[in-house]
């Protein structure tokens, strides 16, 4: 290696340092862009057969504002004030009397003192942290227009940038040609097999928690569609209990009618619906998906629900592809 090319790709490695630590503030809103970008390309490319590529790509970011971004704003605030009224409603009239008049006797402990002070306490936290809150919804609304932006260029300059990819990375032109199909493949698997999927159960199974009457039902949906993207898990763990909620509370024909029809449909969604989407794809085993969540919550936040079973795919779809190509690299 000469000084040169040693110096070049000195270079290259500062600046990427130096890049990645603009972007991982942000990271969560590039990997929404991304995401969104990709499912809405087919739709960009369809368009540029009638309209210019900066038309094309001002409608869809416009579709994608009103149909994806702000409804999930929507029901993030419908679920955050199904959270408000449940913290709520833990106060000491929730709970029963007997309770905790014995045990203040036993104990001599002042309930209404101990509470009135423990609510002090939280307010006084939530007025120190008062610039951390607006910090963070001054983040979160930069992140959005940030994310509006990225996506407007993505589908625009989409094409230009996948042709720049193909001539800088070093790899045949079929062996890239094979590897993007697999990536795409293995994307779509991901997000139609389970985070479709996952949507249609979660919702499935909130109409049940609304029709019952189980409270801050919303909420609860929101939590069994986030459940319902990891295998073998599901909404159970919120349809079960609220089940035994309404058994327990008098209400055993609503109790039954919940969990037989939870169990029958919701069963069928996932038994049956989801491996006939994901084969449809690509063959992704469940433990990717399993380990591809969690890890991904841990390593990316929210957006690692989505990029961290797929860049599971991607590693697997990437290694089949080294093995059937390894002697002509």
Do not use: C
């Not at 709970?95 to 003192?113: K, M, N, Q, R, V």
């Not at 609510?119 to 936290?125: I, L, N, Q, S």
């Not at 910090?135 to 993505?154: D, E, K, N, R, S």
């Amino acid at each position: 290696m000469n000084r040169s090319r040693g110096f070049l790709l000195l270079l290259i490695a500062v600046l990427l340092v130096v890049s990645a630590q603009l972007v991982l503030p942000y990271l969560q809103f590039v990997l929404l862009a991304v995401l969104l970008a990709f499912i809405l390309t087919p739709a960009q490319r369809r368009l540029e057969s009638r309209v210019s590529a900066t038309i094309a790509a001002l409608s869809l970011v416009t579709l994608a504002l009103l149909g994806i971004i702000l409804p999930f704003l929507l029901v993030l605030a419908l679920v955050a004030e199904d959270a408000r009224r449940v913290l709520e409603a833990a106060d000491p009239e929730a709970f029963p009397p007997e309770p905790l008049a014995s045990l203040a006797d036993e104990f001599g402990i002042d309930l209404e003192t101990v509470i009135v002070e423990r609510a002090r306490e939280v307010g006084a936290g939530l007025l120190e942290r008062g610039p951390e809150l607006v910090a963070g919804a001054t983040h979160i609304m930069i992140g959005i227009g940030f994310t509006i932006f990225l996506l407007y260029y993505l589908l625009k300059d989409g094409e230009d940038l996948l042709a720049w990819l193909e001539g800088v990375v070093p790899l045949p032109a079929d062996v890239q040609g094979e590897l993007r199909a697999e990536l795409e493949d293995v994307t779509w698997a991901v997000l139609a097999g389970h985070v479709l999927i996952a949507i249609i159960e979660g919702a499935i199974a909130g109409i049940a928690l609304f029709v019952t009457g189980v409270p801050n039902a919303t909420l609860w949906t929101a939590i069994m569609i986030v459940l319902s993207l990891i295998p073998l898990v599901g909404a159970f763990l919120v349809w079960g209990p609220a089940a035994l909620y309404l058994f327990f509370i008098g209400e055993p024909v609503a109790a039954a009618g919940l969990a037989i029809y939870s169990a029958i449909i919701v069963g069928i969604a996932d038994d049956y619906l989801r491996p006939l989407v994901v084969d449809r794809f690509a063959d992704l085993s469940p433990a990717i998906i399993i380990v591809g969540v969690l890890g991904g919550v841990t390593a990316f936040g929210l957006m690692g629900l989505f990029f961290g079973p797929i860049l599971l795919g991607a590693l697997v779809a990437t290694l089949s592809v080294f093995e059937e190509h390894y002697e002509e690299l």
